[in-house]
């Protein structure tokens, strides 16, 4: 069974992956991207092998600790120290890997709406446990928007045993 921090970083990784950024009309020409196996709107781009080049671009730049799924899911299975624990860093190697590998975006995470799902349970078990608060999930990514000046950290450390056996929501403080 996976800690909550790692189904949160996996949530996390995955809803990235989910986003949506642009579409594109079948009179459009679109970038050729890994997975893309034909020319204009004739075949659709391979969702996994896009996957697969973007995990293996933030490997190159190196953060091991973004994995593949065996349903070809992308997540960050634990917490690490050193580089690969650096925000800045990850940020800065997503920028570069979601440049070489420009369908990411529009890569379908497999059983999102269960991210959005779980999200929306554990944000019900804070409030229940004296976080009322607390905002809901983004519905189009699974993410939890805590304005800064909203967030209690006192209250945000009381829920987290109460709620530990839920999978917990990625989210951002502030942004």
Same mark, same amino acid.
């Given at each position: 069974?996976?800690?909550?921090?790692?189904?949160?970083?996996?949530?996390?990784?995955?809803?990235?992956?989910?986003?949506?950024?642009?579409?594109?009309?079948?009179?459009?020409?679109?970038?050729?991207?890994?997975?893309?196996?034909?020319?204009?709107?004739?075949? *659709?781009?391979?969702?996994?092998?896009?996957?697969?080049?973007? @995990?293996?671009?933030?490997?190159?730049?190196?953060?091991?600790? @973004?994995?593949?799924?065996?349903?070809?899911?992308?997540?960050?299975?634990?917490?690490?120290?050193?580089?690969?624990?650096?925000?800045?860093?990850?940020?800065?190697?997503?920028?570069?890997?979601?440049?070489?590998?420009?369908?990411?975006?529009?890569?379908?995470?497999?059983?999102?709406?269960?991210? @959005?799902?779980?999200?929306?349970?554990?944000?019900?078990?804070?409030?229940?446990?004296?976080?009322?608060?607390? *905002?809901?999930?983004?519905?189009?990514?699974? @993410?939890?928007?805590? *304005?800064?000046?909203?967030?209690?950290?006192?209250?945000?450390?009381?829920?987290?045993?109460?709620?530990?056996?839920?999978?917990?929501?990625?989210?951002?403080?502030?942004?």
């Amino acid at each position: 069974m996976r800690s909550r921090t790692e189904r949160a970083l996996m949530m996390a990784a995955a809803v990235t992956a989910a986003l949506v950024m642009s579409g594109c009309s079948a009179q459009d020409s679109a970038p050729k991207v890994a997975g893309d196996h034909g020319e204009g709107s004739s075949k *659709p781009q391979d969702d996994n092998a896009v996957r697969r080049a973007w @995990v293996t671009c933030m490997h190159e730049q190196g953060q091991n600790q @973004v994995q593949q799924d065996k349903d070809g899911n992308i997540f960050t299975p634990a917490a690490k120290t050193g580089a690969e624990a650096s925000t800045a860093a990850y940020e800065a190697a997503v920028k570069v890997c979601d440049a070489k590998n420009p369908g990411i975006h529009q890569a379908k995470a497999k059983g999102f709406q269960k991210f @959005v799902d779980e999200a929306r349970a554990w944000v019900a078990c804070a409030r229940k446990n004296g976080y009322a608060d607390l *905002p809901d999930p983004d519905p189009k990514t699974a @993410v939890l928007h805590i *304005p800064k000046q909203s967030f209690d950290q006192a209250k945000w450390a009381a829920v987290q045993q109460p709620c530990s056996k839920l999978p917990g929501p990625s989210f951002t403080i502030g942004q």
